[in-house]
């Protein structure tokens, strides 16, 4: 993947808690990092580019959650340890595809500097009469970060890796739960609208890959990752712009399983 591709947990950094994504310690929950090399001469990838959020950001929207999920055991609900905020789904790409896209999401993320974010209320898509997907919206610095993800969706293109939804407008979200079947999930986006989660900062971009396998919960390996620009200082710091989250206004691909 290169020389300057360094291969990282998908929620990586300093400090990070033993329950987070792409962790060896959860190699039980069916995430791999697999010694080496992690492509084979002319093997296609299902990837995917994402922002990983911190531990305890995670840990308080799991804790919001989790009354929840015994309430509808019909719906496939995401693995907690493999949470994440996707930028940019790139389906099926080659070896040789992946070799060019790694220096171009280098000088993506190069170009940008960290973004404020925050979780924030729910939603379904299509419609929470008749969802697909069950998420969590994003409030904080959504501009940005619309901006970052424009930029890794131009350079996968350039790399010969369109993204399948390229011009469809971006639509932050972290994924909670898929239905098997189109449900009315009313009751949950209602249970979590009104939620405004702690501030945190997306300082990182992640390439990863998404394995489907014979189990409902897909297999991520972490293959690159690549830090944002800090931002220059301006005096005090203060929170993001947090107004409400009623949908994912500006942000991530619509309905990607990445």
């Keep these: 993947m290169g020389d300057n591709a360094h291969r990282a947990d998908l929620l990586s950094g300093t400090a990070r808690s033993p329950r987070t994504g792409l962790d060896p310690a959860t190699q039980r929950e069916g995430i791999e990092r697999p010694p080496g090399s992690a492509v084979a001469p002319g093997e296609l ?43 940019a789904f790139l ?57 970052l993800a424009e930029s890794v969706a131009a350079g996968a293109s350039r790399a010969g890796a369109p993204p399948p939804d390229k011009g469809r407008r971006f639509q932050p979200h972290l994924t909670l739960a898929r239905c098997r079947m189109p449900a ?18 997306a300082d990182r971009v992640h ?3 998404s394995r489907l396998g014979a189990t409902e919960q897909p297999r991520y390996t972490s293959l690159a990752n690549w830090p944002l620009r800090t931002p220059p200082a301006t005096g005090p710091a203060t929170g993001p712009a947090t107004g409400p989250a009623t949908g994912p206004t500006t942000g991530g691909p619509v309905t990607t399983t990445g």
């Design 207 to 209: 390439l990863v890959r």
């Design 91 to 147: 389906g099926q790409v080659d070896e040789a595809a992946a070799a060019r896209l790694v220096p171009r999401l280098q000088r993506a993320a190069g170009r940008h500097h960290q973004v404020r974010l925050a979780f924030a209320g729910a939603g379904a898509f299509p419609a929470a009469t008749r969802a697909n997907v069950l998420w969590s919206g994003l409030s904080g610095d959504r501009r940005a970060l619309a901006r």
């Design 45 to 87: 990838m299902r990837l995917f580019v994402a922002i990983a959020p911190p531990p305890a950001v995670l840990d308080e929207l799991d804790a919001l959650v989790e009354p929840l999920r015994a309430r509808r055991l019909d719906l496939r609900w995401t693995n907690r340890e493999a949470w994440h905020v996707t930028l």
């Design 184 to 201: 009315d999930v009313t009751e949950l986006v209602a249970a979590l609208e009104d939620y405004q989660g702690q501030p945190w900062t």
